[in-house]
């Protein structure tokens, strides 16, 4: 019989355990956590990332570092990790709550991560104008400036040479040159803060990418010190959990004279004296001497580069630190420019709300010799033996009759020693500070507080010996000491905000209020007849002579900015992009009344091949329209333009000396900003899986306000004032082409790039209404950089029609045979009615000449197989007119005398009438043929090999059983080749520009705007090998 009660008794308490399990799974299928982690690639961090909950609107989105945080996961939820251009990926939970992912990329061209000022975002998210550069790409071009590497890589950034000499940065113009007076340099960003140094300052082994904001509505964010665009630049810093990794950086090598001047020879020289009559030979001249003085003035000069870093990170935290030496030398004897460098940074969370770090960067560099060029070598004649009979170098030769000068060799000028010294030295410290906190209860906001301290410091001392650089051994030694400090702070308060909602639509919002302030002074005094060398310029108080205080070089600077901003971005499914900003700044510098300014900036992007009906077209993977419109201002003028300016006068009453002020400049209380109003239409592309991608851009840039100095007649005893007037316009279009030729076949990648752009600059109005200031060569309808001068159409040959009608010989006199072979130029009057002009050549027959070029750009192309690989970087520029005051008369080298040396050229005889250069013995002016600047314009076109470079990494099989995760070494050559330049083709030199363009001249200067190639420094051609290590 069975029992029944126990049957049921076990039937039931199966059926009470059934439903306590299945309780305990209901609860356990319930439970919710709180889920974090990194979202990352084989690169690193991918901030913006989405992370939802699978079947729900629940989502949050990765910081900067890459991590994030997602609330109300059940335990045995699915998360959905996403990004545009990465596969997505889907992860069980399973009760952890910890989850880090590394996403996997799909396209090359949209996983890029662009920073954008306060924030990063996707490429695709991106609606302004931005450039972008990795650190693997600068670090293509071993150098010790980043500008270096950065010419002719990115489009619409021209980077030129202002200087040839060791240490030197180049000039940045981001989309052409905007203000007559003020600065038209670009902010420069260091890891998210505004930076007071010189980009020079930032090590390129340190820099992870570049991203350079160019239009109005990117560069809004920054306000008025945006005015110019925006260069952002993110360091290398350690990964959270990454354990300590060590990196060696070095290179070195020889640098040499691209090409020496093209001088004459003892034999030419002796032919053109001849020819000219103007000069006899000296008493140390001889004919059949044929001194190189180049040669004897030139030297190869070394180059060293080390950096040592080490970066890792524990569970909450990161950290960087590194340590930097590079010294380049100068062809030139006594020049070079050496650099130390300290950086270091931190970042550690607290807890799970609050973030703390820290960077500084700290660089001491020392410049010898900046006033050594091959000037004077250059101004020495062919014909004297600079060594006596017994070879030992002269002190001071004689040259046609009436030039002596000091022997200048780079024998000379070593064996100086104390007597010589021209040494600068700066320290410089930019440190910042940050302090985060994830705000309770409100997923995605953010307070963070950026506070920078910045202080720079230099020493310059100069000192010449007795009788240094002088024919007369008796002239007095004289010493100059200057110094210079600044120190700059800085306080900006942020509230981000950034949510996706729904999966689809995502939000970001940025606040800004900031103060920021500088102070800086400088002084400099000199006195002659130091006692001894030995006291050079470190005790110049041991002298003969009175100190020298010049007011002018006295000055002592101090100025403010306080801002607001807010910046509002907004997209729906990777599809739509709006972003808004505005900003309002308030800055000492001007006027009760001006300070403050308010601009706005918006643009939107439309990715088209995210649409449902684009999906069919396989070809196109990637298609998205910008547009954009911003206003900014700038306000880079003295700060205390308004003010006005007093100067000194002695004055002598009898017996008495005194000193009166005076007026030289009238304060402007109406003083106000310069405006910009940009608009920007981009394109951006990908075809072929994203094998061939790009952009192309227009950009057109209205400047009103200028600030320009206006002249006031002389009657009036003051020379003029500040004031608000004149337009400028700028626009243009950029085009940016990558593709990938070959993609891993058997081993083999090779992929090239491509860039071009073109601005046209001009001056649309100057004040009162005129259309040209001939003192300050601004025209109206012209570009800003513009030379105004004769135009020069041939030489006068015998039997030109009415030759003494348009020229007059050097007495006055209508002398045919005197102008045969001298400089014709552009006559731009009347004729008569048998064809002869009616007036002879004068001032007004002078052409307005623009010499900016026609479009620009560069090239990159590079090959990797197995461990080699093969880079080359290349530029071009067509058009424009390039200045060399060597051929022109500004240097007194090419005067066509006899006096002293002259230039290799060929020159006008009666044998010789096609030549390009004019007769010697023709029309002169002064001690110059008449027209003789115009020779000195040339056709600014090139086309340049910047770098090769060949590069093997050693099998990381083999270098990891030795504890090395990677080993590369390369050799590179750097301005190898030049070609399409008719100024290499003439001079055999580099035609790309060594000085601005007041400096080494002696007449017919230009304006510094105008960038020249002058006596500076001369180029070189570089020689390195270089050595990657991590471990």
Same mark, same amino acid.
């Given at each position: ?492 308060? +942020?509230? =981000? ?8 639509? @995502?939000? /970001?919002?940025? &606040?800004? #209020?900031?103060? !920021? ?125 308004? +003010?006005? =300016? ?8 009898? @017996?008495? /000396?005194?000193? &009166?002020? #005076?007026?030289? !400049? ?142 007059? &010989? ?222």
């Amino acid at each position: 019989m069975t029992n029944y009660f126990v049957t049921s008794k076990s039937k039931h308490f199966k059926c009470f355990a059934f439903l306590i399990l299945m309780f305990v799974i209901s609860l356990q299928s319930s439970a919710q956590t709180t889920v974090k982690g990194m979202i990352s690639d084989k690169n690193g961090p991918i901030p913006g990332a989405n992370v939802n909950l699978k079947g729900s609107a629940n989502g949050a989105s990765s910081d900067f570092d890459g991590k994030y945080s997602i609330k109300d996961v059940p335990s045995n939820g699915v998360l959905v990790f996403s990004f545009v251009g990465y596969k997505t990926k889907e992860i069980s939970v399973s009760g952890r709550s910890s989850i880090d992912v590394v996403l996997e990329d799909e396209s090359n061209t949209l996983k890029e991560i662009v920073v954008i000022g306060y924030g990063a975002v996707r490429k695709e998210a991106v609606t302004g104008s931005v450039a972008t550069i990795g650190g693997k790409e600068l670090s293509e071009f071993a150098s010790g400036n980043v500008t270096q590497a950065l010419q002719a890589r990115l489009p619409g950034v021209e980077l030129t040479q202002t200087s040839t000499k060791p240490g030197a940065s180049m000039q940045i113009r981001i989309r052409g040159t905007r203000s007559l007076t003020a600065s038209n340099d670009p902010l420069i960003v260091l890891d998210g803060v505004p930076f007071a140094g010189s980009i020079g300052d930032i090590n390129p082994v340190d820099i992870k990418s570049l991203d350079i904001l160019k239009d109005a509505s990117a560069t809004a964010i920054y306000g008025s010190r945006g005015a110019n665009g925006v260069v952002l630049i993110t360091t290398n810093k350690g990964r959270k959990g990454q354990k300590a990794k060590f990196t060696y950086n070095g290179f070195g090598g020889i640098k040499n004279v691209f090409g020496e001047y093209p001088m004459m020879n003892g034999n030419q020289f002796a032919a053109l004296r001849d020819v000219t009559k103007l000069y006899s030979d000296g008493r140390d001249e001889v004919r059949g001497v044929n001194t190189d003085w180049q040669g004897l003035l030139y030297d190869s000069g070394q180059i060293i580069s080390h950096d040592v870093s080490v970066s890792g990170g524990s569970e909450g935290g990161s950290y960087t630190g590194g340590l930097g030496y590079y010294k380049e030398e100068s062809v030139l004897p006594g020049q070079s420019y050496e650099r130390f460098s300290l950086r270091a940074s931190l970042d550690q969370e607290i807890g799970t709300a609050f973030r703390i770090g820290f960077t500084t960067n700290n660089n001491y560099a020392i410049t010898n010799g900046d006033n050594i060029g091959p000037g004077a070598a250059l101004g020495m004649s062919p014909l004297v033996n600079p060594y006596d009979a017994n070879g030992n170098l002269k002190r001071t030769v004689n040259m046609g009759l009436i030039d002596d000068k000091w022997v200048y060799t780079r024998e000379s000028i070593n064996a100086l020693g104390e007597k010589y010294i021209n040494l600068n030295r700066a320290f410089s410290s930019y440190n910042n500070i940050f302090a985060e906190l994830k705000i309770p209860g409100i997923d995605g906001l953010k307070y963070r507080l950026n506070s920078g301290l910045n202080f720079r410091a230099t020493n310059n001392g100069y000192y010449e010996g007795q009788g240094v650089f002088d024919v007369n051994a008796a002239t007095l030694s004289n010493a100059s000491i200057s110094n210079f400090m600044s120190t700059q702070w800085l306080l900006e308060n +942020l509230i =981000t905000y950034d949510k996706t909602f729904a999966e689809k639509h @995502t939000i /970001n919002f940025v &606040g800004l #209020y900031s103060n !920021e302030s500088y102070t800086g002074n400088n002084s400099r005094i000199a006195r002659n007849g130091i006692t001894s060398d030995a006291f050079q310029f470190y005790n110049i108080g041991q002298s003969e002579e009175p100190i020298t205080i010049t007011p002018s070089e006295q000055d002592y600077t101090k100025w403010g900015l306080r801002s607001y901003m807010a910046r509002l971005m907004y997209s729906y499914d990777n599809r739509y992009f709006i972003s808004g900003t505005i900003r309002s700044d308030g800055s000492s510098r001007l006027a009760e009344g001006e300070k403050w300014v308010t601009y706005p900036a918006v643009s939107a992007g439309w990715t088209i091949s995210n649409e449902s009906f684009m999906k069919n077209i396989t070809w196109l993977n990637s298609l998205k329209l910008r547009a954009g419109y911003g206003e900014t201002s700038n306000q880079s003028v003295d700060p205390y333009a308004t +003010l006005g =300016t007093l100067s000194t006068r002695p004055y002598n009453f009898g @017996t008495t /000396n005194s000193t &009166g002020v #005076y007026v030289t !400049e009238l304060p402007n209380p109406a003083l106000g900003w310069e405006y910009s109003k940009t608009m920007n239409y981009g394109v951006d592309f990908g075809f072929f899986n994203s094998r061939l991608t790009g952009t192309v851009e227009y950009y057109n840039t209205q400047t009103e306000n200028l600030l320009q100095r206006v002249a006031l007649p002389t009657t009036s005893g003051v020379s003029g004032y500040t004031a608000n007037v004149g337009a400028t316009e700028n626009k243009g279009y950029e085009i940016s082409l990558n593709g990938v030729i070959l993609d891993n076949p058997n081993g083999l990648t090779w992929t090239v790039g491509f860039n071009l752009y073109a601005n046209q600059n001009q001056i649309t109005s100057l004040a009162s209404g005129k259309d040209r200031d001939e003192s300050n060569l601004w025209f109206v309808g012209h570009n800003i950089a513009s030379i105004y001068d004769y135009e020069k159409v041939g030489l006068w040959q015998e039997g030109d029609a009415f030759m003494s009608n348009y020229e007059a &010989g050097p007495t006055g006199v209508n002398q045919a045979g005197t102008v045969v072979g001298s400089i014709k130029v552009k006559y731009t009057g009347e004729y008569n009615a048998d064809g002869s002009p009616t007036r002879r050549i004068d001032a007004t027959d002078r052409q307005i000449i623009d010499t900016d070029p026609d479009f620009q750009g560069g090239f990159n192309t590079n090959l990797t197989y197995k461990g080699f690989d093969f880079n080359a970087v290349g530029a071009f520029k067509s058009g424009g007119v390039l200045v060399s005051t060597l051929y022109g008369s500004a240097s007194y080298l090419n005067l066509l005398n006899g006096r002293s040396s002259n230039v290799d050229v060929d020159y006008w005889t009666p044998t010789n009438t096609g030549a390009d250069f004019p007769n010697p013995n023709g029309v002169r002016s002064g001690d110059n043929p008449k027209y003789m600047s115009t020779m000195g314009y040339f056709d600014a076109s090139y086309l340049k090999i910047r770098s090769i470079t060949l590069g093997y990494t050693l099998q990381q099989d083999f270098m990891k059983t030795v504890g090395i995760d990677k080993l590369r070494v390369y050799a590179s050559v750097q301005n190898p080749f030049v070609f399409f330049s008719p100024y290499h083709d003439m001079s055999g030199m580099d035609p790309e520009t060594n000085s601005v363009g007041d400096q080494n001249q002696a007449v017919n200067s230009y304006p510094s705007r105008i960038l020249v190639i002058g006596t500076n420094t001369p180029s070189t051609r570089n020689f390195l090998m270089g050595l990657n290590l991590t471990f």
